[in-house]
């Protein structure tokens, strides 16, 4: 709390019994500076009520905000790949030639993404790895993985066959 001394500034006197929320913050913070290192281990098959980071990253992944998110950021990238390129425009980061081998799987992700109410936290995972991780194969050409492969193995935690 705010308090004014006698003649002097404004000090900073600690509240009892500690600061509301305070904890909160350092985990969403937690959370925040690791949430790559957390989708790995999510996407790796990591129980999300292992640990309190795991638990918060596996909500953020699993809100509708972020299932839109993903979906639009799968979509975007198969649009980004597929639309020709002229000689004034920029070559996309990503790994085209592998983005368009993969565009079916990754257009029924996308989609089911939006249309399913409960996905599995490994599903969700593993297209944030594939979209935010720059080692990823979407970014990475020599990666030992395809797009086609995360975004099949995305999709099998996704449905059940």
Known sequence: MLQRARGQAT???????????????NL??????????????LAEGARPTSSPELT????QLA????????????????DTAIRPHG??????????TGVRQAAEPLQRLAYDLRTLSDPPVRSLALVSFLLCDP??????????????EIAQRARSALVPR
């Not at 000090?11 to 913050?25: D, E, F, M, S, Y």
């Not at 969403?28 to 281990?41: E, G, I, K, M």
């Not at 970014?139 to 030992?144: E, F, G, L, M, V």
Request: hydrophobic residues 40%; aromatic residues 6%.
């Open 56 to 59: 918060l990253r596996a909500q």
């Open 11 to 25: 000090t900073i006197t600690p509240r009892p019994g500690g600061w509301p929320g305070v904890h909160a913050l």
């Open 135 to 148: 080692t990823s194969p979407l970014y990475n050409r020599d990666s030992p993985v395809t797009v086609r």
């Open 87 to 96: 000689l004034w425009t920029l070559k996309p980061p990503i790994v085209t």
């Open 28 to 41: 969403r913070l937690r959370v925040w500076a690791s949430s790559l290192a957390l989708d790995c281990r």
């Open 63 to 78: 809100s509708v905000r972020s299932r839109r998110q993903l979906s639009s950021a799968l979509s975007a990238a198969v």
